[in-house]
């Protein structure tokens, strides 16, 4: 019986699998999407799923969009299990955003800065209405203006305050980061194991929590001192070599949030970041990630863990939307002998309660 | 290394073209891809963190001199791997060293300056430039 169910079921999924490749391909008549086009005009999308599969690629992130007929979550898995098949060669030297080529880049804290405000290839200030011209195929626009571009030089905000003395340092530090790809999660969870989640963490779920510690749950007062978005290089030691060389440029995306800090028994009154860094151009995610990192420092500032954002093993636990659709969609398996073993308990019960 | 980093294969071989012939090479590794895990630092400069992933391609190659050369390039460009770590081995002859320069190197990273100028010279359009500005001067 049971063979003949089973292969019941391959048919079953044989032919499911083809009704899907034929809905991902849809009207034959029609051109078929290639992953240039996605890599270039659904560049965002591939951003996210680069980030959040945590791997940049922009042709495979593109492939894995085309593949999961754009449902980016399911691109990002797609993306997490090809990584697997790839040997590790090793870690870079951390990127320097501060030598950032940079796209773009602003301050809510300060307006006029050295370097200026840089606006960049922004959603900001469109007016949010549907442009039917775009509708209307075979347009291409005039090229963007531009103007001479002068070499002053755009130091960080965190860098201007602390300056002054009014913003916490970060300690330097070259420890080796834990790495969630390598050793599972467990708490408490030291800062740079917590931003390596949230960089991979799903940017709705961080949206929500980090709108979340704006709306009173986690009392935070944030500034956007700085977002800076444009490429970095990125530099590896291999060890046949011995020195750093250029693997090439990536683009990310940064966001240092300035923070109110009352002060305690050790530190006096001063500003705290919250810091947002991920792959791609990927605003909101590096803001919400900014004021999460921020929310998740309560306990190293001493001050009450009271709000969800706050709790380590609430967010962290929860970021993840590939672990998270894992759990959720694993309710779809067959379940047939737990269920029996619960109808019958609650036949059980009924039958009790009748009787009495 | 930087500048063959980041060009593709197709670019490079253009610019080969125009250089006299590279010699034989054996591949020693490679061309393979893995991946790096790329850093960050926290609040830009603290402690590193692991950010995420890139693919990168490595390949390292002997030439029929001896002369060994590896390249690592972003990316699955395997070709491109190729290419490059025989220029790294062919850069150190010095004697092949100044028409590689003039015909392969330099090109590319001009190409390169001037698409980052491009890119740099739209930033700046984008530049806001504030009324208190122009009239507190």
Not at chain 1, 245 to 259: D, H, K, R, S, Y
Not at chain 2, 31 to 60: H, I, K, W, Y
Not at chain 2, 102 to 122: F, G, N, Y
Request: with cysteine; glycine share 8%; hydrophobic share 45%.
């Amino acid at each position: 019986m049971a063979y003949v169910a089973v292969k019941g079921g391959e048919r079953a999924i044989e032919a499911a699998h083809a009704w899907l490749a034929e809905e991902r391909r849809g009207d034959p008549v029609l051109p078929e999407l290639s992953l240039a086009q996605i890599e270039a005009q659904l560049g965002l999308a591939v951003d996210r799923v680069m980030a959040e599969g945590a791997c940049h690629d922009r042709g495979l992130a593109a492939l894995a969009i085309k593949q999961a007929r754009g449902d980016l979550i399911e691109a990002a898995f797609l993306l997490r299990a090809y990584r697997t098949t790839l040997p590790r060669f090793g870690a870079s030297l951390p990127v320097e955003t501060d030598a950032m080529r940079i796209r773009r880049r602003i301050s809510a804290t300060y307006k006029e800065l050295p370097g200026g405000q840089v606006l960049g290839p922004t959603f900001d200030y469109t007016h949010r209405l549907l442009d039917f011209a775009l509708a209307a195929e075979g347009g291409v626009p005039e090229p963007a203006p531009e103007a001479p571009a002068d070499e002053a030089p755009m130091p960080r905000v965190t860098a201007l305050l602390a300056q002054e003395g009014l913003m916490a340092p970060e300690l330097p530090s070259e420890a080796e980061p834990r790495d969630l790809t390598r050793e599972p999660l467990n708490f408490p969870a030291e800062r740079p194991l917590r931003l390596q989640a949230l960089a991979r963490g799903d940017e709705g779920f961080l949206l929500s929590l980090g709108y979340s510690t704006q709306r009173g749950y986690g009392n935070a007062h944030p500034f956007v001192g700085e977002i800076r978005m444009g490429a970095v290089t990125v530099e590896f030691e291999p060890p046949e070599l011995g020195f750093p060389i250029e693997l090439g440029e990536v683009t990310v995306t940064e966001c240092q949030m300035v923070n109110q800090f009352a002060g305690s028994k050790t530190e006096p009154p001063q500003f705290t970041r919250g810091y947002g860094l991920v792959f791609g151009q990927g605003e909101r995610k590096a803001m919400a990630m900014a004021l999460v990192d921020r929310a998740l420092r309560a306990e190293e500032l001493g001050e009450p863990v009271e709000a969800p954002a706050q709790d380590q093993e609430f967010v962290l636990y929860h970021c993840d939307n590939v672990e998270a659709t894992g759990f959720v969609e694993h309710l779809k398996l067959p379940h047939y002998v737990d269920f029996q073993s619960e109808l019958e308990k609650i036949r059980l019960l009924r039958r009790e309660a009748d009787g009495e | 290394m930087g500048v063959l980093a980041r060009a593709d294969a197709e670019a490079i071989t253009a610019r080969l073209a125009e250089a006299p012939a590279l010699p034989r090479h054996a591949r020693l590794r490679g061309p393979e891809t893995g991946l790096v895990m790329a850093r960050g630092r926290q609040g830009g400069d603290g402690a590193p963190f692991n950010l995420g992933e890139m693919t990168v391609t490595r390949c390292s190659v002997r030439l029929a001199d001896g002369l060994v050369g590896h390249a690592y390039v972003a990316g699955r460009d395997t070709r491109q791997a190729e290419l490059a770590a025989v220029l790294d081995a062919a850069l150190q002859d010095p004697s092949r060293r100044p028409a590689l320069l003039s015909a392969v190197i330099e090109p590319l990273a001009a190409a390169q300056a001037a698409r980052a100028t491009r890119e740099a010279a739209k930033a700046a359009a984008t530049r806001v430039e504030f009324f208190t500005m122009a009239t507190m001067r």
